[in-house]
Structure formats: structure tokens, C-alpha cells
């Protein structure tokens, strides 16, 4: 059982008191215990793969992409721009609702703590 640390088909949301870094710490160690299946917080029980195609590669793309621009000092607005279109995980569902907003917050977050 993973809890809210993965989400299947669905794209996960970071909350302003999330932290998107910190969570793909966890999902990565997690990921080290090599588990058969996974009961996720949100989505069906899945294998490895779909966890990591789900949730561990949208956390890995919104970390490394926010720590860039925010060591770039391009500012929030710039990033939901360039992170805003991620076609990659458009199939996962809320990610029209959601996506745009978790660049936006874990930007906010990663940029206070730099």
C-alpha cells in the first residue's frame, strides 16, 4: 500500500504544503523495495512500470524542470509556460485541471527553499 505517494492514471496534485521533491524522494525508495504490485492512493492496483510511468516520471519531469528554470531565475509565470505542455501525461486524467497548477506551486515552493 503506497498511500497518496502514487497515483495511477490520473495526474497526482501537488498542494501548496506538498513537496514535489520530497515526494519523488519517497516514490524512488519505494521503487528501491522492487514490489509486484502497488495499491496506490488514486487508480487501480498496478505493476511497477505503470507507477513509474504515472507518478514517478510526471515527479521526475515537474522537479528537474522546475529546478532548472528556478536556478534560471525565469520566474513562475515562464515555467507554467514552459512545463505547462506535457503532452507525455496529457492521457493521465485531471490533467487539464491540474497540471499547470502543480508546475506553478512546486515552482513556488523549490524557488523559496534555493
Known sequence: ?????????????????????????????LKALQPVLIVPGHGSVANLAKAQADT????????????????????????VTRL?????????ANFDELHRG???RAYLRIEAEQ
Open 1 to 29: 500500500f503506497s498511500g497518496d505517494h502514487v497515483y495511477v492514471d490520473r495526474v497526482l496534485g501537488i498542494l501548496p504544503q506538498s513537496n514535489a521533491e520530497t515526494w519523488l524522494v519517497a516514490f524512488n525508495a
Open 56 to 79: 514517478g516520471d510526471y515527479l521526475a519531469f515537474i522537479v528537474s524542470g522546475v529546478k532548472a528554470l528556478a536556478e534560471d531565475m525565469a520566474g513562475v509565470d515562464e515555467a
Open 84 to 92: 505547462g505542455n506535457a503532452p507525455q501525461f496529457a492521457r493521465l
Open 102 to 104: 502543480n508546475v506553478s
